[in-house]
């Protein structure tokens, strides 16, 4: 009898399991069939009112007017049902639940669907969390995630794949980019409450999501309440920035500090065909990295590894500069114009100077193509015996043969002369021209003691470098570029994603080519706009002064050139660890807490990648 039972026990666990997995897959491929490539998108710029009854039934209106407009989707921003900070109410858990019930009966009867947060509480007595939620045009809940503690499941809009994030949850890889790479979101949603859309204000606003839409190929959508009382900054009014980004980074439509508005437009989801996502999602180097990641959100287990110590820095007066040259097509020359800046910068008595991508060959192809082993040595061998005289160190960019094949290299030469490193670029976009580089250990060197990197061109996309590298505890980052623009708005662009690039050291520089115009036998055209960077101040921080341009999410500006040729100087003091100073402590705190610690165990794994030579 007992046997009997047992097997009927078995029988209905497995019918049940198989009949879960089959709803699941029948919902998928519904949801796949009915995709659509035209999508109508409200985003709604709200002002948080200071009750729950008021922000409700401002929600159940819009939500009603999304429809008007023809909308599927409509978004609200962080909290925009209820905010407790401010608020007049006190009301209770059930006052909460029972508002977000009326939003799900508004989607259901509208036919709509709808992104909206609120501050809730799992108890009466509890403190209060900030929650995302996403219900379907039958009122189902779709979504349900708490900021900071979990990470949320891909859903679909009519067959669309997108995921949804809170404000600074966009900080953690899990979160921005990890479902647009191994489930296919093409449209990625930021519901921010503070400093979304005017984090740069006014010249580099929506500096997060440019350079994120960039990245992923994928559609980026910020929806971000406006603000009446004045910032830490003396912004009034602040917030707002509420956008919808192109998959190439440029704006399709976008609001500043408008009241209580909504943006309405429809969007080509075929725009957003993840091409990058796929190169970053199937790259050799980090394929087991993202793969785990998919295994994670899949609800599977990782088995824990052991802790990895960051590197730690000498606490030192660290002097930048940068040197913005103009090349040409003449290897001589070149060399001629980088020894004289090596040793205008010792005389400056910086620490190290830095020169563009390609700076010893140009960018022309003919010209990268003509030149020889020989030549290439011979160039090499006078820089470092530069930097041996002028005793400086030196970055500097140039094509060289690894293994019979050309790769774009970045050498280091340290203050004797000696190749302290030679890293080939990875993420290259001339793949006729070089082969890609397999070693992210190539990037590391230690300036005078204190841990740095080296990235080169497109690596400035790939923002899972930095952040690893700053887990595994980079201090310094250098990134040299020859970049050009076609227009001002690519410029803006451009010192967008080398900014939110560097963001994850403490220090560093930028350093791309000056603008050839005035040369005789110039190589390709530039676009210069060198910067040296600092992460300083953050969140309810002012400026500290001494900075050209302050940033307090992001890395500001502590030194900057314009397109002409022209070398800058910048002098920061170095700490001990540089991880307190980027909240990756806090980051990784909160990693711990998750999912029985397996999202730590996840960015333990991926620093793992960044300091290994893929060639052995």
């Not at 109410?89 to 939003?103: E, F, H, Q």
């Not at 379907?136 to 503690?149: C, F, Q, T, V």
């Not at 010792?346 to 030549?375: C, K, R, W, Y």
């Not at 676009?527 to 341009?549: A, C, F, K, Q, T």
Request: a positive charge; hydrophobic letters at 40%; glycine letters at 6%.
């Amino acid at each position: 009898m007992k046997r009997e039972l047992n097997r009927l026990t078995f029988l209905i666990i497995t019918i049940a399991f198989f009949s879960a997995v089959t709803i699941l897959l029948l919902t998928e491929a519904s949801a796949k069939k009915e995709y659509t490539n035209k999508l109508t998108v409200g985003v709604v710029q709200t002002v948080i009112e200071n009750t729950l009854d008021q922000n409700r039934d401002k929600l159940l209106s819009y939500i009603a007017q999304a429809k008007r407009s023809g909308c599927r989707l409509v978004i609200f921003p962080e909290n925009a049902l209820y905010q407790s900070e401010g608020a007049v109410d006190k009301p209770t858990k059930a006052d909460i639940d029972a508002a977000i019930t009326r939003i799900g009966q508004k989607a259901n009867s509208e036919n709509i669907y709808v992104v909206f947060c609120t501050q809730y509480k799992h108890t009466n007595t509890g403190s209060y969390h900030n929650r995302c939620l996403v219900y379907d045009p039958h009122g189902n809940k779709l979504i349900s995630y708490e900021k900071n503690i979990e990470v949320p499941q891909r859903f679909y809009v009519d067959g669309v794949p997108c995921n949804v994030l809170i404000c600074s949850d966009r900080g953690y890889l899990e979160h921005s980019d990890l479902p647009c790479l191994v489930q296919g979101s093409q449209i990625i949603i930021d519901t921010s409450g503070g400093h979304g859309g005017d984090d740069g204000r006014p010249d580099l606003r929506w500096i997060r999501y440019r350079p994120w839409a960039l990245r992923n190929n994928a559609f980026v959508i910020v929806c971000n309440p406006v603000h009446d009382d004045t910032d830490f900054m003396g912004n009034s009014p602040w917030g707002g920035g509420s956008a919808i980004i192109r998959p190439d980074g440029s704006i399709q439509a976008s609001r500043t500090y408008e009241k209580d508005v909504m943006i309405v437009e429809e969007i080509d989801t075929d725009k957003a065909a993840r091409i990058e996502a796929e190169r970053r999602k199937n790259h050799p180097i980090f394929k087991s990295f993202w793969d785990i990641g998919k295994d994670l959100l899949g609800g599977q287990r990782i088995k824990p590894i052991a802790d990895i110590k960051p590197h730690l820095s000498v606490e030192r007066n660290v002097k930048i500069a940068a040197a913005q040259i103009a090349c040409s097509r003449n290897i001589q020359k070149n060399i001629s114009k980088i020894r004289q800046y090596i040793q205008e910068a010792a005389l400056q008595e910086a620490d190290i100077v830095i020169f563009p991508e390609l700076a010893v060959t140009g960018n022309m192809q003919d010209d990268i193509l003509a030149a020889s082993q020989s030549a290439l040595d011979d160039a090499l061998g006078q820089i470092r015996n530069a930097a041996r005289r002028s005793n400086i160190y030196v970055i500097v960019g140039m094509p060289f043969f690894i293994d019979g094949h050309r790769s774009n290299c970045a050498f280091v030469i340290g203050d004797d002369g000696s190749i302290r490193t030679r890293y080939a670029q990875m993420v290259v976009k001339r793949n006729n021209l070089f082969q890609a580089g397999l070693s992210t250990k190539a990037m590391w060197f230690r300036l005078k003691g204190v841990p740095a990197i080296v990235t080169i061109g497109d690596d400035s996309k790939w923002v899972e470098i930095a952040d690893l590298a700053a887990n595994r505890g980079m201090y310094l980052h250098f990134h040299i570029s020859y970049e050009a623009d076609s227009s001002a708005d690519d410029t803006i662009l451009r010192k967008q994603k080398n900014l939110l690039m560097l963001m994850y050291a403490k220090y560093g520089a930028v350093v791309n080519a000056a603008d050839t115009s005035r040369l005789s036998k110039p190589s390709s055209s530039a676009g210069g706009i060198s910067m040296i960077v600092s992460r300083e101040g953050g969140h309810n921080r002012p400026s500290p002064g001494d900075l050209e341009y302050y940033l307090p999410y992001q890395t500001s500006v502590a030194k900057s050139a314009g397109s002409a040729e022209s070398i800058i100087y910048a002098t920061r003091k170095t700490i001990s660890r540089n991880d307190l100073d980027l909240a990756r402590y806090w980051r990784n705190r909160n990693r711990k807490r998750r999912a029985e610690g397996d999202w730590y165990e996840w960015i333990k794994n991926g620093v793992l990648l960044i300091e290994k030579d893929f060639n052995d």
